[in-house]
């Protein structure tokens, strides 16, 4: 079917192999012709071959194993929007009331400023009131006399006029 146009040949074996290993059956290899990543083993019956070999990775550093999310964090991430949604609108509600705040306020004061003088000027008036209409005039003493018999006694009693 297929003809080889080429002869397949073996090389003899080079100077530089060692002593110390059997002559291989078959074609030999120099060791600047073994690829990279491919090594000379020994197999558990003996037999001496070329295999890939893993390479030794270099130690990797230890990551951290990940560990979960808390509660309280995933709580306060979630409640966040809700606080901070919440201040803004008790902000945008503070700037629409301003205006009825501060004639709050104001009227606030002005209802200070009545009890204060209320309670300055009212015993001022009374005083006034007293010397003007005190002279001359006495004063109507009211005596009661009441007396009652046993718990459930009725009560009598008399008022004197002076």
Do not use: C
């Amino acid at each position: 079917m297929h003809e080889t146009a080429y002869e397949i040949t073996t090389q003899p074996r080079p100077a530089d192999y060692p002593t110390y290993l059997p002559a291989p059956e078959g074609p030999v290899m120099l060791p600047s012709e073994i690829p990279p990543g491919v090594q000379m083993v020994t197999l558990p019956g003996g037999i001496r071959t070329l295999a890939y070999t893993q390479p030794t990775a270099p130690a990797a550093p230890l990551v951290p194993a990940s560990q979960p999310i808390p509660a309280w964090a995933k709580t306060t991430a979630l409640l966040t929007p809700t606080i901070g949604g919440g201040i803004a609108a008790a902000g945008i509600g503070l700037s629409y009331a301003a205006p009825g705040l501060i004639a709050m306020s104001q009227a606030l004061w002005s209802a200070v400023a009545l009890i204060a003088a209320a309670a300055i000027g009212v015993p001022l008036l009374l005083r006034l009131g007293r010397a003007a209409t005190g002279t001359g005039r006495s004063t109507t003493h009211i005596t009661q006399n009441i007396t009652a018999s046993g718990m459930f006694g009725r009560a009598t009693g008399t008022i004197n006029h002076r």
